[in-house]
Structure formats: C-alpha cells, structure tokens
C-alpha cells in the first residue's frame, strides 16, 4: 500500500515555473512506475509525464521539453519540475504509483494509487 502527497501547486503568471512534489509512504516508490496525470475541468484526467521503474522518460508532447520528472529514492519523493508555463496548463495535478507493462502509461486504469491532486492555474 503506497500513500502519496502532492504539494506544491498555486498560482503562476504564463511563463513562469512551479515544481511539483509528490511525497511517498507505505512502501518503497523504488519498483513502481511513477507518473504525474491532470484533470482540468470538464475534462477527462490526461497522461503528462512517466519515469518508469527502469528508469525511462515519458512525456506528453504538450509538455514535451519544459517539464522534467524525477524521482529521489532516498526521499521516496516524486517531482515534476514545470517551465514556461501556459494557461492550458492549468488543472489538478496528481501524482500515481503503478506497476505492470509500460505501455499502459497513458491510461488512468492502470494506476494503482493516486495522490488527492494538487491545483496548478496558470494565468495569462
């Protein structure tokens, strides 16, 4: 059983950066994929960015090259540095913890525990 916190959102002018961090307990985050989704609203929760338990890099192509991910094991901590902000940014972001093949990284299905979300708006 893995419980995760997110901290760290808040409000941004375009163009600035926050970084997210997603604080673990219960077990080890070592053998799990570790990946960050959004939800703005009235939208579906989205895929944004994946470190895989091997050590991979997955990022969604809107966030391609100004979103970063990272994981310190010694701190059992998740982070997702994020640049260059834009309004479309804008949601809840929640960090995950899943196992199993790699190619389910888009799909909310295949986590296995959420963090509660923390709210990132971005204002123009």
């Known amino acids: 059983q893995v419980q ?19 604080a673990a307990s219960g077990d080890n985050i070592e053998p799990y994929h570790m990946s960050w989704f959004r939800q703005a609203p009235r939208k579906e929760r989205e895929f944004v960015a994946a470190h895989s338990s091997i050590g991979g890099y997955y990022y969604d192509e ?14 059992n901590t998740v ?14 972001y929640y960090c995950a913890a899943w196992t199993g093949p790699i190619r389910r990284l888009r799909d909310p299905g295949a986590v296995g525990y959420w963090g509660q979300g923390t709210q990132v708006t971005v204002s123009s």
């Open 4 to 22: 995760l916190v997110e901290s760290g959102g808040g409000l941004v002018q375009a163009g600035g950066s926050l970084r997210l961090s997603c």
């Open 79 to 92: 982070y997702l540095q994020m640049n260059t902000l834009k309004p479309e940014d804008t949601a809840v």
């Open 62 to 75: 809107s966030v391609k090259g100004r979103f970063d991910i990272s994981r310190d094991i010694v701190k």
